[in-house]
RNA sequence: GCGCCUGUAGCUCAAUGGAUAGAGCAACGGACUUCUAAUCCGUAGGUUGUGGGUUCAAGUCCCUCCAGGCGUGCCA
């Protein structure tokens, strides 16, 4: 079933098919045809600005093509009215037999509404997080988490076969650093004087690790060799990072190591294969892959000169893995601080075969941490920082992920601690979850006194005449129109929430959804009803809970 | 130096190149004998950082400059 937007859309497609087989207007591309809300109820529910670009095309005034479409628009029951505006718009009024069918579409897709099977046969593997087990994650890690969890809810939602994956960099210089640093701490709680060094991990967790270390072994396994403490420190971090995660209500498909794909031999084929290809060569020992003729500002080292491998080899080879699995197209969530990053990896993915636009990127702004605007400091290595789990106790799962979502991807996020705390519109989560509560109260009322939801059919939806029902509904009925458009940009759907909860507490302060007119109170409980259904679906994807009480 | 992102009301943010730039917060004034006042109604608040350009139309696209964030490793 379409929607009302979409359908708009065609009968527009259709009329300018139509005018220009007749001759009154030329040839045109008619995917170029974009229907929007106008900012004015005046200039009706739907308009499109079509004829302007057409006019120009083809040197008539605006309003003579528009006339001209309009002309050949067929009507049916979903327009009211159209007209032509003295500009050029073309504007839609829909009728109010079109808008209780939304109603009817609500109730009976119900979980269902708003989803779709856009993505009917595609796979997409989304990689977010990915966060080193060098230590907690922070609320910039945050951001990722959410947003990559919500882009993962909103896909499956349409559709698509989502496999949710976390990389582990457990290999590499900031590993053994990780090691070192837990090797020290457990000698000096043993009571040696060991030097610790600048470039290692200086937070707190690293004492607690060495504690549970002592705990564990007492001084047995101080002769241990470094690879002991890395796997321990390794594990220990990784299972409170899942914990966190669990926590955030943020779950994954897969966990995918990178040690796991130098033992299973995936790195050195990828290095065979670069080299069958001839896009590899030695450089003062090191070795060096020509990305450069891939866009790439310069070649990149994968193999320093002593032997060791870069992190950037790691990565080739699990997005060979990754594509190896016949996604339709992979998905990356990386925060801002790894753009220099992005165009050498899809150089690499260009050289091994892939093509380039198979592999979405979506970069995320950094996120800054404040209480009452002074910022707090967020480095891992230097331990001073406050951790994602803590940020989660004290403002709240909802209210976190909330905040991470409600602002555009590429814009800086400024995390406020009290403002996060706040029970008011400058934290709009409590509002919406309000407006859900209120409405599952008034539902409860209706079933106290006896009053049950009634079908479609058996209730009388033209009682439903007020401007603010109609609005309402118009607004219920954009619901799968804005998720479609906004799948990467989530943030779109938080306003939406906003401002359908907007409308419902307005029409709850002036209206009574029961009375002693019961036909009225069965329209305007359906009313309410699929309301609530929209909220809950979107608040649904966001991660975010919708209480029955509040 | 070069590259990416951002700059809109006092604050946090909206506005696929469209019609008179909108919300909330804070401020001020109102609304609970009613289905939840975590709500609602009203008042006030703007040279969209700067200067040019593109066009029927620019907050939005292009260029200059200013300010902030990030990147530019044989770090991850």
Same mark, same amino acid.
């Given at each position: 079933?379409?929607?009302?937007?979409?359908?708009?859309?065609?009968?527009?497609?259709?009329?300018?098919?139509?005018?220009?087989?007749?001759?009154?207007?030329?040839?045109?591309?008619? +995917?170029?045809?974009?229907?929007?809300?106008?900012?004015?109820?005046?200039?009706?529910?739907?308009?499109?600005?079509?004829?302007?670009? /057409?006019?120009?095309?083809?040197?008539?005034?605006?309003?003579?093509?528009?006339?001209?479409?309009?002309?050949?628009?067929?009507?049916?029951?979903?327009?009211?009215?159209?007209?032509?505006?003295?500009?050029?718009?073309? %504007?839609?009024?829909?009728?109010?037999?079109?808008?209780?069918?939304? /109603?009817?579409?609500?109730?009976? #897709?119900?979980?269902?509404?708003?989803?779709?099977?856009?993505?009917?046969?595609?796979?997409?593997?989304?990689?977010?997080?990915?966060?080193?087990?060098?230590?907690?994650?922070?609320?910039?890690?945050?951001?990722?988490?959410?947003?990559?969890?919500?882009?993962?809810?909103? /896909?499956?939602?349409?559709?698509?076969?989502?496999?949710?994956?976390?990389?582990?960099?457990?290999?590499?210089?900031?590993?053994? %650093?990780?090691?070192?640093?837990? #090797?020290?701490?457990?000698?000096?709680?043993?009571? @040696?004087?060991?030097?610790?060094?600048?470039?290692?991990?200086?937070?707190?967790?690293?004492?607690? &690790?060495? $504690?549970?270390?002592?705990?564990?072994?007492?001084?047995?396994?101080?002769?241990?060799?470094?690879?002991?403490?890395?796997?321990?420190?390794?594990?220990?971090?990784?299972?409170?990072?899942?914990?966190?995660?669990?926590?955030?209500?943020?779950?994954?498909?897969?966990?995918?190591?990178?040690?796991?794909?130098?033992?299973?031999?995936?790195?050195?084929?990828?290095?065979?294969?670069?080299? +069958?290809? *001839?896009?590899?060569?030695?450089?003062?020992?090191?070795?060096?892959?020509?990305?450069?003729?891939?866009?790439?500002?310069?070649?990149?080292?994968?193999?320093?000169?002593?032997?060791?491998?870069?992190?950037?080899?790691?990565?080739?080879?699990?997005?060979? $893995?990754?594509?190896?699995?016949?996604?339709?197209?992979?998905?990356?969530?990386?925060?801002?601080?790894?753009?220099?990053?992005?165009?050498?990896?899809?150089?690499?993915?260009?050289?091994?075969?892939?093509?380039?636009?198979?592999?979405?990127?979506?970069?995320? @702004?950094?996120?800054?941490?404040?209480? *009452?605007?002074?910022?707090?400091?967020?480095?891992?290595?230097?331990?001073?920082?406050?951790?994602?789990? +803590?940020?989660?106790?004290?403002?709240?799962?909802?209210?976190?992920?909330?905040?991470?979502?409600?602002?555009? /991807?590429?814009?800086?996020?400024?995390?406020?601690?009290?403002?996060?705390?706040?029970?008011?519109?400058?934290?709009?989560?409590?509002?919406? @979850?309000?407006?859900?509560?209120?409405? *599952?109260?008034?539902?409860?009322?209706?079933?106290?006194?006896?009053?049950?939801?009634?079908?479609?059919?058996?209730?009388?939806?033209?009682?439903?005449?007020?401007?603010?029902?109609?609005?309402?509904?118009?607004?219920?009925?954009?619901?799968?129109?804005?998720?479609?458009?906004?799948?990467?940009?989530?943030?779109?759907?938080?306003?939406? &929430?906003? +401002?359908?909860?907007?409308?419902?507490? %307005?029409?709850?302060?002036?209206?009574?959804?029961?009375?002693?007119?019961?036909?009225?109170?069965?329209?305007?409980?359906?009313?309410? %009803? *699929?309301?609530?259904?929209?909220?809950?679906?979107?608040? #649904?994807?966001?991660?975010?809970?919708?209480?029955?009480?509040?």
């Amino acid at each position: 079933m379409s929607t009302i937007k979409q359908e708009i859309t065609e009968l527009v497609k259709e009329a300018i098919y139509f005018a220009a087989n007749r001759g009154e207007i030329g040839n045109v591309d008619v +995917e170029k045809i974009y229907i929007e809300i106008p900012k004015r109820k005046e200039y009706g529910d739907f308009t499109t600005n079509i004829a302007f670009s /057409l006019a120009k095309e083809q040197g008539v005034s605006p309003h003579i093509v528009a006339k001209a479409i309009v002309r050949s628009i067929k009507k049916n029951e979903t327009i009211e009215h159209v007209e032509v505006s003295e500009h050029g718009f073309i %504007n839609f009024f829909i009728s109010k037999h079109r808008l209780y069918k939304v /109603l009817k579409e609500i109730m009976e #897709k119900d979980t269902e509404f708003g989803g779709g099977d856009l993505g009917r046969g595609k796979k997409v593997i989304i990689e977010f997080v990915s966060a080193n087990p060098t230590g907690p994650l922070h609320v910039g890690h945050g951001r990722g988490a959410a947003y990559g969890d919500t882009v993962a809810n909103i /896909l499956a939602f349409l559709g698509y076969e989502v496999v949710r994956e976390y990389y582990i960099n457990d290999v590499g210089t900031q590993i053994d %650093n990780l090691g070192k640093s837990v #090797k020290a701490r457990y000698l000096q709680l043993l009571g @040696q004087d060991v030097p610790f060094q600048d470039e290692w991990y200086k937070g707190e967790y690293i004492i607690d &690790l060495g $504690n549970k270390l002592v705990e564990r072994y007492g001084n047995t396994a101080r002769d241990y060799d470094i690879s002991f403490f890395i796997d321990f420190a390794k594990l220990e971090i990784l299972e409170g990072i899942k914990q966190t995660l669990a926590k955030f209500r943020v779950y994954f498909t897969n966990f995918i190591s990178e040690k796991a794909l130098y033992e299973s031999g995936e790195v050195k084929k990828v290095v065979d294969k670069l080299d +069958e290809l *001839c896009y590899l060569y030695k450089d003062k020992e090191a070795i060096l892959l020509k990305t450069k003729e891939f866009d790439d500002e310069k070649d990149r080292v994968i193999i320093r000169s002593d032997g060791s491998p870069t992190y950037f080899l790691g990565d080739i080879a699990y997005h060979k $893995n990754k594509f190896e699995r016949s996604p339709s197209f992979l998905i990356n969530v990386l925060g801002q601080d790894h753009h220099g990053y992005v165009e050498r990896l899809k150089a690499s993915l260009s050289a091994l075969g892939y093509p380039k636009d198979s592999l979405k990127i979506l970069l995320y @702004q950094l996120v800054t941490l404040t209480r *009452c605007g002074n910022p707090v400091s967020m480095s891992t290595r230097e331990g001073e920082f406050v951790t994602l789990d +803590e940020v989660i106790d004290e403002v709240g799962v909802d209210a976190s992920r909330f905040f991470f979502i409600s602002k555009k /991807l590429d814009t800086h996020l400024d995390f406020d601690l009290e403002l996060a705390k706040k029970r008011n519109l400058d934290n709009p989560v409590f509002y919406v @979850q309000y407006a859900h509560a209120r409405i *599952c109260s008034i539902l409860d009322k209706a079933k106290k006194m006896g009053i049950e939801l009634g079908t479609y059919d058996s209730v009388d939806l033209s009682l439903l005449r007020l401007e603010e029902e109609l609005s309402i509904i118009k607004k219920l009925s954009l619901f799968p129109d804005e998720i479609r458009e906004t799948i990467y940009e989530p943030s779109h759907l938080t306003l939406y &929430l906003i +401002e359908v909860a907007t409308r419902f507490h %307005n029409y709850y302060n002036h209206y009574r959804v029961i009375s002693s007119n019961l036909d009225l109170t069965l329209a305007r409980l359906t009313l309410v %009803n *699929c309301i609530r259904i929209v909220l809950r679906n979107v608040l #649904k994807l966001l991660g975010i809970s919708f209480p029955e009480k509040m």
